[in-house]
């Protein structure tokens, strides 16, 4: 019998590189400032605003936000933290994995409509007089930075170096590690868009901080059962992307009903893969000699 075909999240785990906690401190306090700054003081000004305006949203000013927050924090986890591509989950062999499930789950959405609308199905106004804007903020401003930003620093940073210090400082096993990790990532993540809702004007009353909050820190719980169950982050990128700012073709499309089919889905195979392990693993302890 041949072996599983692929590893799964804790093995990958545990080949990841393990950092100080004075750097995941680092990491965090960097990260915070530059997006405090982004949301409250340069966004504010309406520059990046107007170079996107200006180009016919061909150059996304999401994406120009985020370039400087993409160069200093890498430039941190690539010459201080000593981490390398692997130690975030981002190989090749992943990549054309990642596209395919985020082609898929778009295909998904688009289908929603014919099956929980009512009413006339009308193409996106926006492809006649927006289309480049429609497309470069969801490849530039989200594919390529806002959701990849937020995912390698929130799940493949912020979930294995807390398990790892959970299960090295605390002498956890790597399943409550893993589990307490996610649960303090997906508190950092909520709390990291404070800045965005307060340039927004989200946040009126004291309700509407609380709402929101809980609904980002649920939202990264779902982007951390994604990733552990795939354990493939460029599938989670492409999911975040898509829940941002999907380039849907029809009006009235429903991301809720994607994200239930993909976790179950995902869900279905991550249980496959452990009985197949499991399985694979009897097999051979039979198959012993005495």
Same mark, same amino acid.
């Given at each position: 019998?041949?072996?599983?075909?692929?590893?799964?999240? !804790?093995?990958?785990?545990?080949?990841?590189?393990?950092?100080? =906690?004075?750097? #995941?401190?680092?990491?965090?306090?960097?990260?915070?400032?530059?997006?405090?700054?982004? %949301?409250?003081?340069?966004?504010?000004?309406?520059?990046?605003? &107007?170079? +996107?305006?200006?180009?016919?949203?061909?150059?996304?000013?999401?994406? !120009?936000?985020?370039?400087?927050? #993409?160069?200093?924090?890498?430039?941190?986890?690539?010459?201080?933290?000593?981490?390398? &591509? %692997?130690?975030?989950? !981002?190989?090749?062999?992943?990549?054309?994995?990642? =596209?395919?499930?985020?082609?898929?789950?778009?295909? $998904?959405?688009?289908?929603?409509?014919? #099956?929980?609308?009512?009413?006339?199905?009308?193409?996106?106004?926006?492809?006649?007089?927006?289309?480049?804007?429609?497309?470069?903020?969801?490849?530039?401003?989200?594919?390529?930075?806002?959701?990849?930003?937020?995912?390698?620093?929130?799940?493949?940073?912020?979930?294995?170096?807390?398990?790892?210090?959970?299960?090295?400082?605390?002498?956890?096993?790597?399943?409550?590690?893993?589990?307490?990790?996610?649960?303090?990532?997906?508190?950092?993540?909520?709390?990291?868009?404070?800045?965005?809702?307060?340039?927004?004007? +989200?946040?009126?009353?004291?309700?509407?901080?609380?709402?929101?909050?809980?609904?980002?820190?649920?939202?990264? /719980?779902?982007?951390?059962?994604?990733?552990?169950?795939?354990?493939?982050?460029? $599938? /989670? /990128?492409? $999911?975040?992307?898509?829940? %941002?700012?999907?380039?849907?073709?029809?009006?009235?499309? %429903?991301?809720?009903?994607?994200? #239930?089919?993909?976790?179950?889905?995902?869900?279905?195979?991550?249980?496959?893969?452990?009985?197949?392990?499991?399985?694979? +693993?009897?097999?051979?302890?039979?198959?012993?000699? =005495?």
């Amino acid at each position: 019998m041949q072996q599983p075909v692929q590893s799964g999240f !804790l093995s990958w785990l545990k080949g990841v590189r393990r950092t100080p =906690l004075w750097f #995941i401190a680092l990491v965090m306090v960097v990260a915070f400032g530059m997006g405090a700054f982004t %949301n409250l003081v340069v966004f504010p000004t309406g520059a990046l605003q &107007w170079v +996107h305006v200006s180009t016919n949203g061909w150059i996304d000013g999401t994406f !120009l936000g985020y370039v400087p927050q #993409i160069i200093v924090v890498g430039f941190l986890f690539w010459k201080v933290g000593k981490l390398r &591509w %692997n130690d975030f989950g !981002l190989t090749w062999s992943r990549l054309w994995w990642g =596209l395919g499930w985020t082609a898929f789950a778009w295909c $998904i959405i688009q289908v929603t409509p014919f #099956i929980f609308s009512s009413s006339e199905i009308v193409v996106r106004p926006e492809w006649s007089t927006h289309a480049s804007w429609m497309l470069c903020d969801f490849v530039e401003g989200q594919l390529m930075s806002n959701a990849l930003v937020e995912e390698v620093i929130f799940r493949a940073f912020l979930i294995t170096q807390f398990a790892i210090l959970f299960h090295r400082v605390l002498n956890w096993n790597w399943t409550v590690a893993v589990f307490a990790a996610v649960l303090v990532s997906a508190f950092i993540f909520s709390i990291w868009h404070i800045p965005n809702r307060i340039n927004l004007g +989200h946040y009126e009353t004291a309700a509407d901080v609380w709402s929101d909050q809980w609904f980002l820190f649920k939202a990264a /719980v779902f982007f951390a059962l994604i990733f552990i169950l795939t354990n493939n982050l460029f $599938i /989670v /990128v492409g $999911i975040h992307a898509l829940d %941002n700012s999907s380039p849907d073709i029809f009006t009235g499309t %429903n991301f809720t009903v994607t994200e #239930i089919l993909l976790l179950a889905i995902f869900i279905t195979m991550g249980v496959w893969r452990w009985w197949v392990r499991a399985h694979w +693993h009897e097999h051979k302890k039979q198959q012993a000699p =005495l």
